[in-house]
Protein backbone atom coordinates (compact mmCIF):
# COMPACT_ATOMS: atom_id res chain seq x y z
CA UNK A 1 0.00 0.00 0.00
CA UNK A 2 1.50 3.42 -0.96
CA UNK A 3 0.21 6.33 1.35
CA UNK A 4 0.67 9.74 1.18
CA UNK A 5 0.09 11.84 4.98
CA UNK A 6 0.21 15.66 4.39
CA UNK A 7 0.67 18.34 7.75
CA UNK A 8 1.37 21.56 8.81
CA UNK A 9 -1.91 23.22 8.18
CA UNK A 10 -3.18 25.61 10.27
CA UNK A 11 -4.52 29.13 10.75
CA UNK A 12 -2.91 32.72 9.41
CA UNK A 13 -3.29 35.67 9.09
CA UNK A 14 -2.88 37.59 5.41
CA UNK A 15 0.76 37.80 4.95
CA UNK A 16 1.95 35.27 7.47
CA UNK A 17 3.44 31.71 6.62
CA UNK A 18 3.20 28.27 6.63
CA UNK A 19 5.45 25.10 5.77
CA UNK A 20 3.60 21.76 4.72
CA UNK A 21 5.10 18.48 4.91
CA UNK A 22 4.07 15.42 3.03
CA UNK A 23 5.27 12.25 3.42
CA UNK A 24 5.23 9.31 1.13
CA UNK A 25 5.50 5.24 1.51
CA UNK A 26 7.93 3.37 -0.72
CA UNK A 27 11.16 3.89 -2.12
CA UNK A 28 9.50 4.44 -5.88
CA UNK A 29 8.99 8.01 -4.02
CA UNK A 30 12.63 9.55 -5.50
CA UNK A 31 11.74 8.48 -9.20
CA UNK A 32 8.15 10.08 -9.87
CA UNK A 33 7.64 13.52 -10.05
CA UNK A 34 5.18 14.88 -7.54
CA UNK A 35 3.07 17.84 -6.93
CA UNK A 36 0.50 19.92 -4.49
CA UNK A 37 -2.38 20.02 -5.28
CA UNK A 38 -5.57 22.74 -3.40
CA UNK A 39 -8.91 22.32 -3.31
CA UNK A 40 -11.22 25.22 -1.96
CA UNK A 41 -14.89 24.98 -1.02
CA UNK A 42 -16.89 24.57 -4.06
CA UNK A 43 -14.05 24.65 -6.36
CA UNK A 44 -12.06 21.94 -8.72
CA UNK A 45 -8.74 20.71 -7.50
CA UNK A 46 -5.88 22.60 -8.80
CA UNK A 47 -2.03 21.92 -9.09
CA UNK A 48 -0.21 24.59 -7.13
CA UNK A 49 3.55 23.06 -7.49
CA UNK A 50 5.38 20.51 -9.26
CA UNK A 51 9.03 18.85 -8.67
CA UNK A 52 10.68 16.42 -10.68
CA UNK A 53 12.42 14.07 -9.43
CA UNK A 54 15.69 15.99 -10.13
CA UNK A 55 14.35 18.75 -8.27
CA UNK A 56 13.03 20.86 -11.40
CA UNK A 57 9.80 23.06 -9.93
CA UNK A 58 6.89 24.92 -11.63
CA UNK A 59 4.47 26.82 -9.92
CA UNK A 60 0.48 27.78 -11.01
CA UNK A 61 0.86 31.90 -11.44
CA UNK A 62 -1.21 32.52 -8.52
CA UNK A 63 1.26 31.05 -6.39
CA UNK A 64 4.25 32.22 -8.28
CA UNK A 65 7.05 33.71 -6.05
CA UNK A 66 5.04 33.28 -2.86
CA UNK A 67 5.73 29.80 -2.68
CA UNK A 68 8.39 27.01 -2.88
CA UNK A 69 8.28 23.48 -3.02
CA UNK A 70 10.98 20.75 -2.38
CA UNK A 71 11.75 17.48 -1.83
CA UNK A 72 14.20 14.81 0.20
CA UNK A 73 14.10 11.84 -1.86
CA UNK A 74 16.05 10.28 0.85
CA UNK A 75 13.67 10.79 4.18
CA UNK A 76 10.77 10.25 0.92
CA UNK A 77 9.28 13.69 2.05
CA UNK A 78 7.99 17.12 0.00
CA UNK A 79 7.36 20.64 1.19
CA UNK A 80 5.75 23.09 0.02
CA UNK A 81 6.58 26.89 2.01
CA UNK A 82 4.34 29.11 1.74
CA UNK A 83 4.66 33.02 2.02
CA UNK A 84 2.56 35.69 1.53
CA UNK A 85 0.07 34.00 2.08
CA UNK A 86 -3.21 35.57 0.73
CA UNK A 87 -7.20 34.66 1.29
CA UNK A 88 -7.40 33.27 -1.42
CA UNK A 89 -4.94 30.21 -0.22
CA UNK A 90 -7.63 29.06 1.59
CA UNK A 91 -8.24 25.49 0.95
CA UNK A 92 -7.31 21.87 1.56
CA UNK A 93 -3.72 21.17 0.38
CA UNK A 94 -2.91 17.61 -1.43
CA UNK A 95 -0.14 15.90 -2.33
CA UNK A 96 -0.04 13.48 -4.96
CA UNK A 97 2.31 12.55 -8.23
CA UNK A 98 2.16 14.82 -11.12
CA UNK A 99 -0.14 13.93 -13.09
CA UNK A 100 -2.24 11.97 -9.41
CA UNK A 101 -2.88 8.90 -12.05
CA UNK A 102 0.84 8.21 -13.14
CA UNK A 103 0.82 6.02 -10.40
CA UNK A 104 -1.94 4.65 -7.83
CA UNK A 105 -0.92 6.82 -5.17
CA UNK A 106 -3.79 6.96 -2.29
CA UNK A 107 -5.04 9.97 -1.58
CA UNK A 108 -3.89 11.34 1.71
CA UNK A 109 -6.46 13.43 3.43
CA UNK A 110 -4.69 16.63 3.34
CA UNK A 111 -4.19 19.42 5.25
CA UNK A 112 -6.58 22.39 6.19
CA UNK A 113 -4.67 25.48 5.45
CA UNK A 114 -6.86 29.28 6.35
CA UNK A 115 -5.99 32.51 5.52
CA UNK A 116 -8.05 35.07 7.46
CA UNK A 117 -7.67 38.01 9.68
Known amino acids: QVQLVESGGGLVQPGGSLRLSCAAS????????MGWYRQAPGKQRELVATITSEGSTNYAESVKGRFTISRDNAENTMSLQMNSLKPEDTAVYYC???????????WGQGTQVTVSS
Open 96 to 106: NADPPSLVNFR
Open 26 to 33: GSIFRLLP
